[in-house]
Each structure stands twice: as structure tokens, then as C-alpha cells.
């Protein structure tokens, strides 16, 4: 079956901390992954986008890499800041839809 | 503002009602989204629009949800007969293109079914 995991446990590290975060699929062959950010009662800020033949993006702080391989995205957080406490949701394509995964809670605290 | 609007934000509802969703996406947008997201869990497609195409109603639940875009702009979702499950929020997004591009989401609309 298809499916695109995500660590359903939050992830709390320390302020100044690098953050990583994993996204991983199955029967899935994506030309591309996103990754949004959510805060509570909010709906998704797009962050990132990564294609399939590409193996690293970054913008500023945040560094995503995609290994068409093991099926994984992978999302950094360098010199991270209490204020990028939110969940962190992947999403790829399939076919013509975008498919979400359920998120990762991160709390960084100081 | 110039980002994705939605209407209500909160709705109350009994079970057995009818509710209509709003959603007013970036202008220039050409495709808009309908996502439904539960407590706790990822968001679920729906349906989508492209401009003047058919829409993609794949990801519709059940007969008792229907959506409908005039032209580019505004959207609306409609739950008929609602039920306790539909309880959720329904987030709305538009891009100016299909998923390749970025896509914009609303606030949201929380749903409770009493």
C-alpha cells in the first residue's frame, strides 16, 4: 500500500540545535516533494520544494535533501529558534494530487 | 490582504444539517484546492479545480459532498446531511498553477457535528 510517514512523535531539542526531521514513503515515485510548515489553527505555509533530481535545497536556516533511493526526505533546521516550534508537514505528487503526511510536531526550547 | 480567505472560520452544526464552506483564493490563481484535515492528522484531498477543466472530485468522501468554483474565484464546499465524522477542518488552497507550483492555504473552516 502507498504510503508517506512521518514521526508522529514531537521532537523537542534545544534552542541553537539543529533540527531534523524525516519523511519517508512507499509506492510512491514522486518528480517532486514539498514541505510546509503548520502553527496551530493555521492552515500550511509552503517552505520547500525539492525535485526528484535534485539531491539538496536550502533557503536560509532550513536544508532539505531527497534520496530517490531510500524513498526519503530529510529536513534541517540549523541554529534553531523557539520560534520555529510548528509541525512540519511533507507532501509529494502523485500523479496529478498532492499527498500530505501527518505532520511532525517540533518545540524548541531555550 | 491578498491571501487565500474562508468562511466561516467556526461552524456549529447539528447532525442532519446542510453546511456550505466558502472559500475566495488568490486572484490569478488558477487552481483551487479543498483539503479536509482531522485532529491530530494530515490533510486529506478532496477535490480540486482547474481553471475551466473538470474539476478532480476523486477525493470526495461521499455523495453528500459537493463543491462548485465560478470561474477563477470563489469556491464553495457543501456537506449535506452532515455527520458526526465530518467533524474536521476543511482548508481551501489555490496556486497559480496545478501542484506544480506553490500552494497557498486559507486559515481554515473548523467543522463541529454535534
Not at chain 1, 77 to 92: E, V
Not at chain 1, 93 to 100: A, R
Not at chain 2, 30 to 42: M, V
Not at chain 2, 44 to 71: C, H, M, V, W
Request: proline share 4%; hydrophobic share 30%; aromatic share 10%.
Amino acid at each position: 500500500s502507498q504510503k508517506i510517514e512521518q514521526n508522529s512523535e514531537a521532537l523537542n531539542i534545544q534552542e541553537g540545535k539543529t533540527a531534523t526531521l524525516t519523511c519517508n514513503y512507499t509506492n510512491y515515485s514522486p518528480a517532486y516533494l514539498q514541505w510546509y510548515r503548520q502553527d496551530p489553527g493555521r492552515g500550511p505555509v509552503f517552505l520547500l520544494l525539492i525535485r526528484e533530481n535534485e539531491k539538496e535545497k536550502r533557503k536560509e536556516r532550513l536544508k532539505v535533501t531527497f534520496d530517490t533511493t531510500l524513498k526519503q526526505s530529510l529536513f534541517h533546521i540549523t541554529a534553531s529558534q523557539p520560534a520555529d516550534s510548528a509541525t512540519y508537514l511533507c507532501a509529494l505528487d502523485n500523479t496529478d494530487k498532492l499527498i500530505f503526511g501527518t505532520g511532525t510536531r517540533l518545540q524548541v526550547f531555550p | 490582504g491578498a491571501g487565500v480567505s474562508q468562511s466561516p472560520s467556526n461552524k456549529v452544526t447539528e447532525k442532519g444539517k446542510d453546511v456550505e464552506l466558502r472559500c475566495d483564493p488568490i486572484s490569478g490563481h488558477t487552481a483551487l484546492y479543498w483539503y479536509r484535515q482531522r485532529l491530530g492528522q494530515g490533510l486529506e484531498f478532496l477535490i480540486y479545480f482547474q481553471g475551466n477543466s473538470a474539476p478532480d472530485k476523486s477525493g470526495l468522501p461521499s455523495d453528500r459532498f459537493s463543491a462548485e468554483r465560478t470561474g477563477e474565484s470563489v469556491s464553495t464546499l457543501t456537506i449535506q446531511r452532515t455527520q458526526q465524522e465530518d467533524s474536521a477542518v476543511y482548508l481551501c488552497a489555490s496556486s497559480l498553477g496545478l501542484f506544480q507550483e506553490t500552494q497557498y492555504f486559507g486559515p481554515g473552516t473548523r467543522l463541529l457535528v454535534l
